[in-house]
């Protein structure tokens, strides 16, 4: 039977090498530099690491300086390309901090939510990454009492001072409104979901204002609001309805609305973007593959995570009485494809 390698510890690179364990450490923790460590001796130290069966022993680090280097993510649902690319730039924004993430679904469920938040509260998770599902008020505001670090992405709630990143909704959805009016649409839809969270609410707003300021009146049937717990089941439904109503353009407000939405106007035998036009939020491989390719607001998400991870971290290392409140908010931008030039 094979036998498993031991583990090389800091005291055993420390003896090979030659050097003192606080040598080896402060390499291991980056500060090397700081302590003017060479980069020669930093690199054995490191070759050492890679080429053998090294693992630092993250519990009695913990114990030593207070943190377990970890972090909890909570988002709408992994299985969304929108939500899983969140957590995939997440995870590689918190690795460059010698950090690890937890993360989970909520399926925009308040249970659920609050259930993986005590979860993470007994991981001991040094902070928290949230997109909190509608009504999590309260729950929020009883984190905040408890002093752990977190910061909100995608959603905004009032009269609530957390530190946030967002883009601005209700500009986004006023220009692909006013874009598709400017492409010489008369009849402007807008399908949405979840619009109990302002987020989405910015977003009718947006269109809202738009068909306003360009002289129009809103027509109900071309603003469809759909619950997040029926969606597959009425994306159809209301493509139908606005079609139905003459619609000659819609704005889906999420990817995933529109992969649907698309597919609904194809099996009415409408042609994007002679018949229909389309702008979609949240860009996706699948819009960029298409039949007919689709223009699509891109949040950006890289830019997003980065100041999410840079606004956790600087919470968790200043201490409690010195925290400034940051709330980003950060314009999207527009990919133009096939279904609105």
Excluded: W
Aim: with cysteine.
């Amino acid at each position: 039977m094979a036998k498993y390698k031991k583990k090389i510890t800091s005291k055993d690179i420390a003896e090979e090498l030659g050097v003192s364990r606080s040598v080896v450490s402060f390499v291991l923790n980056g500060k090397n530099k700081e302590m003017r460590i060479s980069d020669e001796l930093s690199k054995k130290v490191l070759d050492l690491v890679e080429t053998r069966n090294y693992q630092t022993n993250h519990i009695a680090k913990s114990l030593k300086t207070g943190k377990t280097e970890t972090i909890g993510l909570i988002v709408a649902d992994i299985a969304n390309p929108f939500f899983s690319k969140i957590a995939s730039e997440i995870e590689k924004e918190v690795r460059k901090k010698g950090y690890s993430v937890f993360f989970c679904s909520s399926n925009e469920n308040k249970k659920n939510f609050n259930f993986q938040l005590e979860n993470f509260k007994n991981r001991q998770v040094d902070g928290l990454i949230l997109i909190p599902p509608i009504n999590s008020d309260k729950i929020l505001t009883v984190l905040g009492s408890q002093n752990i670090p977190f910061v909100i992405m995608d959603r905004v709630f009032e009269n609530m001072s957390a530190n946030s990143v967002n883009i601005n909704n209700h500009k986004a959805a006023y220009d692909a409104t006013t874009r598709l009016i400017n492409n010489g649409r008369k009849k402007v839809a807008l399908i949405n979901v979840n619009n109990e969270l302002i987020t989405m609410s910015d977003r009718t707003n947006g269109y809202i204002d738009a068909i306003a300021d360009n002289g129009m009146e809103v027509n109900p049937y071309l603003l469809q609001q759909l619950k997040y717990s029926n969606v597959a089941a009425h994306v159809n439904e209301a493509v139908n309805e606005v079609i139905l109503n003459n619609a000659d353009a819609i704005i889906f407000t999420t990817n995933k609305l529109g992969v649907q939405g698309v597919q609904a106007i194809s099996n009415m035998g409408k042609r994007i973007p002679e018949d229909i036009a389309v702008i979609s939020f949240d860009d996706t491989t699948a819009y960029a593959v298409a039949k007919t390719s689709i223009t699509a607001i891109k949040q950006p998400l890289e830019q997003m995570c980065k100041e999410a991870v840079r606004i956790l971290m600087k919470s968790i290392d200043k201490s409690e009485d010195n925290i400034d409140i940051e709330q980003i908010i950060l314009d999207a931008s527009f990919i133009v494809r096939e279904s609105c030039p």
